[in-house]
């Protein structure tokens, strides 16, 4: 009989639950999902990409990230710019109010980190996402790190 409680499969999706639970408790006063945050974080890092930049880098597919983009501008934290060199594109930017909530929002992703791994010792956190970045498909990472 097959033991679905304890498959690979089974035990990623609940940990995906619990951590997104974990993570919409946090940013909830800012009315946000965590896949906003996400695209925000995006933007933190690297402002002014494109819709389809965003998708890929957030594998999201594109419809799903234009309803986030739609979102958060309603909300005032994004604003969609004609792109420069295409007439058919937007360049997403980050408002006033969007970088300043920057410091905010990651405090939050840091309290919600450190409650999802709370059981968890530093190299067990590192050998987890070395693992997570293998099954993502970013096949680049095989081996543990040298000490």
Request: net charge negative; hydrophobic share 35%; aromatic share 8%.
């Amino acid at each position: 009989m097959y033991d679905i409680e304890n498959s690979v499969g089974f035990l990623l999706s609940k940990a995906y639950q619990c951590g997104w639970a974990i993570m919409r408790e946090e940013i909830e006063p800012y009315d946000l999902t965590p896949p906003q945050f996400a695209l925000l974080s995006f933007l933190w890092q690297q402002d002014g990409m494109t819709q389809v930049e965003l998708s890929e880098k957030g594998q999201i597919d594109r419809s799903t990230v234009g309803g986030l983009i739609d979102r958060l501008e309603r909300n005032g934290l994004l604003e969609r710019r004609q792109h420069p060199q295409d007439r058919r594109a937007y360049k997403i930017y980050l408002t006033v109010q969007g970088k300043a909530m920057e410091t905010t929002l990651s405090a939050c992703a840091d309290r919600a980190l450190k409650r999802f791994t709370s059981g968890l010792s530093e190299d067990e956190i590192t050998e987890l996402k070395r693992m997570l970045v293998i099954l993502r498909g970013e096949r680049r990472v095989y081996e543990l790190p040298s000490c």
